[in-house]
């Protein structure tokens, strides 16, 4: 019998959809994901959270499998170092829905008010950029309308998540100059 708290197809579990419904751990995400890897007091520095809060955090976000302990990169054996584990993921699809719609929909809500302020950071640059004031590149901008049907769209996504995956890896042998980036897709047909 298949585990129901098991992802299928990249949909996340309860016990993710509940990790990111906190926004706390939502930001210890995004820190991770710019620092490559965090110790406990490495959350409470940059966060400004006290250390048995991080700690409760640490161990939610590693029980939903959004954290690992990466022990080769302690100090000694009583250093715990954290890394994000790899993956993307979606709340919920007809083949294998979110169990709890309501907390699937509260996680959306909060995922795409920060997609707002990623816009918004992204607005502040771009006339800079796009006005040759500034060369650096900070965001990126683009719009595309293809037809496809669902299938194709589907395999579309597949490619775009595997090229993110491809480039993700390829940064690890490059670590000198790497840039955190937060990449946003957002796609809607016709119908919505």
């Known amino acids: 019998m298949a585990d129901p708290e098991a992802p299928d197809a990249g949909t996340m579990t309860s016990a993710m959809l509940a990790a990111l419904a906190h926004p706390l751990r939502r930001r210890m995400l995004r820190m991770l994901s710019h620092r490559q890897s965090a110790r406990g007091a490495d959350f409470v520095d940059e966060l400004g ?41 979606n709340v919920g699809v007809p083949s294998a829905p979110v169990a709890d719609a309501e907390l699937g929909t509260a996680v959306l809500q909060a995922l795409a008010s920060e997609h707002q302020e990623l816009l918004a950071r992204s607005l502040s640059w771009v006339e800079e950029y796009a006005s040759g004031r500034t060369t650096e590149l900070n965001g990126a901008f683009a719009r595309h309308r293809i037809m496809l049907t669902e299938e194709q769209f589907e395999q579309a996504m597949k490619g775009i998540e595997g090229a993110i995956r491809v480039a993700d890896e390829a940064s690890h042998d490059t670590p000198q100059g790497l840039l955190a980036w937060e990449i946003d897709i957002i796609a809607a047909s016709e119908r919505i």
């Open 49 to 89: 959270v006290p250390s048995n809060s991080i700690s409760f955090h640490i161990r939610t976000l590693a029980r939903a499998g959004f954290l690992a302990e990466a022990p080769e990169l302690a100090r000694d054996k009583r250093d715990r170092v954290w890394v994000l584990v790899p993956g993307t993921y």
